[in-house]
């Protein structure tokens, strides 16, 4: 019976042992929350990682939808896109570890600035958060309605003006936020004359150049491309083509008797100095059978 009961004490004794290496964590930790000292520790077996982070077109304008796409290093049990850190949606496309979210044109207009973030879930129910991603939603261009020159026909000391040309813009919310100017005389760009108006007497010319301009307009972001005129001035002859085209008819004969015919055309007959080198010429043969009548 002593031999029976001495073992069966020892088996209580290991019974007991056991159960204080058992309890040893907790005890330890009990006595760590009696001094202020709480250890918790999570041991996360499967981190999402989140990359390659994309969005197209880039950027796109008030009218397009964006696709944005961003890629894991490991497959997420769910996926859930948030826009603007108030909307969220769950994404069910995916190609591979890539998933993409489709965001409609109707949630952003012109010159906004886009953000979202990524949530992912991976196979414990732990739930990972991208970085906020963003882009700014692009301009569209401005475009004008061809300006108009006011005098067709200028005189030399007058000034034309460009002017008309009707602003718009694609996207509502943009106003008109200037105009540039170019001036023209046959093609050729005049060079320092970029404002709306045109003094005739500055420019070197003739008579008979065309004169046109063209315009651009602003509205703030970009600028449209340059319109020319629906119209051109005609410039007027000046004194200087007058002199440059002074007419010497000199009439020989042997005995040298000379008579000289000197045409020299005004404002109000320059577009007939053909007619009138004719009728020169014609004067000046009746002169002289007039003076050597036989």
């Known amino acids: 019976m002593a031999n029976c009961y001495r073992g069966r004490l020892g088996k209580v004794f290991l019974a007991m042992f056991v159960l ?13 929350v009696a001094y202020g000292k709480v250890a918790i520790c999570f041991n996360i077996g499967d981190v999402l990682n989140f ?9 796109p304008n008030e009218i397009q939808d964006v696709e944005v796409n961003v890629t894991f290093l490991s497959n997420p049990t769910s996926v859930i896109f948030e826009l603007y850190g108030t909307k969220n ?6 190609s591979g570890l890539e998933y993409s979210f489709n965001v409609g044109a109707g949630n952003y207009t012109a010159h906004d600035t886009v953000t979202w973030k990524w949530y992912a879930v991976n196979m414990y129910g732990d739930v990972f958060v991208s970085s906020e991603q963003s882009f700014i939603v692009g301009n569209r261009i401005p475009s004008v309605t061809a300006p108009l020159i006011d005098n067709e026909n200028p005189a030399n000391d007058e000034t034309i003006i460009c002017g008309s040309g009707i602003f718009s813009d694609p996207d509502s ?3 008109e936020d200037g105009r540039e100017y170019s001036w023209y005389v046959d093609n050729v760009l005049i060079s320092g004359e970029n404002s709306a108006t ?3 007497s500055t420019i070197e ?5 065309q004169v046109t301009c063209k315009m651009r307009v602003s509205d703030g972001y970009d600028y449209s491309a340059w319109t020319e005129s629906s119209n051109y001035a005609t410039l007027s002859f000046t004194a200087g083509f007058y002199g440059a085209h002074e007419a010497n008819y ?8 000379a008579i ?3 045409g020299t055309a005004t404002a109000s007959t320059v577009p007939y100095v053909p007619l009138i080198v004719f009728v020169l010429i014609v004067v000046g043969s009746i002169g002289y059978l007039a003076v050597h009548k036989p």
Do not use: K, R
């Not at 990359?51 to 950027?59: A, D, K």
């Not at 010319?205 to 150049?209: M, N, V």
């Not at 000199?250 to 008797?257: H, M, Q, R």
């Open 51 to 59: 990359t390659n982070h994309e969005y197209t077109p880039t950027p």
């Open 173 to 175: 919310e943009d106003s």
């Open 20 to 32: 204080v290496v058992l309890l040893s964590p907790f005890v330890q930790a009990a006595s760590n």
């Open 250 to 257: 000199l009439s020989e004969d042997i005995d040298d008797i």
């Open 260 to 262: 000289d015919f000197v």
């Open 198 to 200: 045109l003094d005739i």
């Open 205 to 209: 010319h003739e008579g008979g150049e």
């Open 89 to 94: 949606y769950t994404v069910t496309e995916s």
